[in-house]
Structures are given as structure tokens and as C-alpha cells.
């Protein structure tokens, strides 16, 4: 099991960034997938942003797409999300989540579950 803590949230105003960061306690440099999800109140759980480990390969939902960019720092098994241009929509609790993986396909948050979770960060954007 992988024990994941974020850090980084926090409010900001609209047009602004934030960065997110998720540690894990153990190496997830290769063959992992590693995701940030959102939920905002009264909302669905929404996978935002994935990354896999072994050949850095990322995905976004339509709603972030060239806003926000996941990252990973292999040494400090730390990933990240920038979030750029932040909207009041984008306001949720954010939270990391990691898996290991020997596919990328199965990466896809919309159709695969994901077995460790980080405590969660809120995000608020005010307009």
C-alpha cells in the first residue's frame, strides 16, 4: 500500500495558480499510474489528470486541457499539478491517487479503479 500526502491547495483568485504536490511513501517512478481527481460539493467525484510513471504519458480531462499539467519528480516520488488560469468551476477538493500499472491503459480514471488515496486539498477560486 502507498501512503500519498498532499500538499500545495489553498485560495486563490480567478486567472490565478496553484500547485499541487503528492508524495508517495514509496517509489513510483515506474509502472505506476498516478492521477488527480476533483470533487466539488454536490458533484461527482472527476478524474482530472493522469500520469504514467514508466513513460511519463499523461492525460486531462476535457475540462483542464491546456490549464492544468501533472508532473513527476522520480527522486522526491512527488507528482505534481499546476494549475493555470484557475476558473470558479474548478473550485473542489482535490486528491491524489496511485496504482501500480503494467498498462497505461489502465490509467483511465473513468473506467479503472484506483487502490491508494491521498487525505485531499481543497482548491477555492474565487470570480
Known amino acids: 500500500q502507498v501512503q500519498l500526502v498532499e500538499s500545495g491547495g489553498g485560495s486563490v483568485q480567478a486567472g490565478g495558480s496553484l500547485r499541487l504536490s503528492c508524495a508517495a511513501s514509496v517509489y513510483t517512478g515506474s509502472r505506476h499510474c498516478m492521477a488527480w481527481f476533483r470533487q466539488a460539493p454536490g458533484k461527482e467525484r472527476e478524474g482530472v489528470a493522469t500520469?504514467?510513471?514508466?513513460?511519463?504519458?499523461?492525460n486531462y480531462a476535457d475540462s483542464v486541457k491546456g490549464r492544468f499539467t501533472i508532473s513527476q519528480d522520480n527522486a522526491k516520488n512527488t507528482v505534481y499539478l499546476q494549475m493555470n488560469s484557475l476558473k470558479a468551476e474548478d473550485t473542489a477538493m482535490y486528491y491524489c491517487?496511485?496504482?501500480?500499472?503494467?498498462?497505461?491503459?489502465?490509467?483511465?480514471?473513468?473506467?479503472?479503479?484506483?487502490?491508494?488515496w491521498g487525505q485531499g486539498n481543497q482548491v477555492t477560486v474565487s470570480s
Open positions: 500520469l504514467y510513471t514508466s513513460d511519463s504519458s499523461t
Open positions: 491517487a496511485a496504482k501500480l500499472s503494467w498498462s497505461v491503459l489502465l490509467c483511465d480514471p473513468s473506467k479503472y479503479t484506483y487502490d491508494d
